[in-house]
């Protein structure tokens, strides 16, 4: 059974700093391109970041140059570090992977990032 498991989110002033993390388990890690995703209130779920089991990179405009996804294929985990962050990062950030094995879509349970201005 695949299991996603989030941490790390929180509260933190403007131009502070949070580390996401997602723990895998039940699946092929490290052949899996990793996501994160958020979704403000209101709003529609974004696409934030993504990092292939090459570990190329890419990323959303809004966040280019503050954040960082990564991934540790030894403890199956993917990471998103934030810097610099802005009330309009304010959302539910979700991990998200679709698994070339199993052919399925896996989405994490979603932590909170609240930036106060």
């Known amino acids: 059974q695949v299991q996603l498991v989030e941490s790390g989110g929180g509260l933190v002033q403007a131009g502070g700093s949070l580390r996401l993390s997602c723990a895998v388990s039940?699946?092929?890690?490290?052949?899996?391109?990793m996501n994160w995703y958020r979704q403000a209130p209101g709003k529609q779920r974004e696409w934030v970041a993504t990092i292939t089991g090459g570990g190329s990179t890419n990323y959303a405009d809004s966040v280019k140059g503050r954040f960082t996804i990564s991934r540790d294929n030894a403890k199956n985990t993917v990471y998103l570090q934030m810097n610099s962050l802005k009330p309009e990062d304010t959302a539910v950030y979700y991990c998200?992977?679709?698994?070339?094995?199993?052919?399925?879509?896996?989405w994490g349970q979603g932590t909170q990032v609240t930036v106060s201005s």
């Open positions: 998200y992977f679709r698994d070339l094995l199993l052919q399925r879509n896996y």
């Open positions: 039940g699946s092929r890690f490290s052949i899996n391109a």
